[in-house]
């Protein structure tokens, strides 16, 4: 249901913006959906690889090697304080799986995860600070679904909050 409800949200995403490449790669740009049914949500991550661990090309160094399996880690451990939810709503944000995609000449960070908090999300106050963790984020699309309630915000910044009422 929550996979069919992102996918959903995904392609509404993707139709406001049509003229532009869906795939479209920029370096400071991330995007993020989330979608929730009730208590239970889904997040999906996606950005450069150079946002996130600062190159694109497959890490053969050591050094490469180190910089790129921290910065993922990161992601993982992190998600919680760039995606706040609120604290009454004990909720848990839990690595799925990531995975980095290699293209041509750039690769794209994509990490899914899961939600599950003890009351609905609908109706409370969502806090981004995406920078805080990947400095180089500059901007993220997010998109968010929770029950009846659709919205969406460019965070540019620490700390900008997207009500979902
Ligand atoms: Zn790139």
Same mark, same amino acid.
């Given at each position: 249901m929550l996979k069919v409800l992102l996918f959903s949200l995904m392609a509404m995403a993707h139709s406001d913006h049509s003229a532009h490449n869906q795939s479209a790669h920029v370096h400071g740009a991330g995007k993020v959906s989330l979608a929730f049914d009730g208590k239970k949500g889904k997040l999906e991550f996606h950005a450069p690889a150079e946002s996130i661990y600062g190159?694109?090309?497959?890490?053969?160094?050591?050094?490469?090697?180190?910089k790129k399996e921290a910065a993922l880690s990161k992601l993982?451990?992190?998600?919680?304080e760039m995606?706040? +939810?609120d604290p009454a709503l004990k909720c848990e944000i839990k690595l799925d799986m990531y995975e980095v995609i290699e293209k041509k000449n750039h690769s794209d960070v994509e990490g899914e995860f899961n939600i599950s908090c003890e009351a609905p999300v609908a109706g409370s106050t969502i806090t981004f600070s995406f920078q805080k963790v990947f400095p180089r984020l500059k901007k993220v699309q997010v998109e968010v679904l929770a029950d009846?309630?659709?919205?969406?915000l460019e965070v540019g910044k620490n700390g900008e909050t997207?009500? +979902?009422?």
């Open positions: 190159f694109e090309h497959a890490a053969k160094s050591k050094k490469d090697k180190q993982g451990e992190k998600i919680s995606v706040v +939810l009846q309630v659709q919205k969406s997207l009500e +979902l009422k």
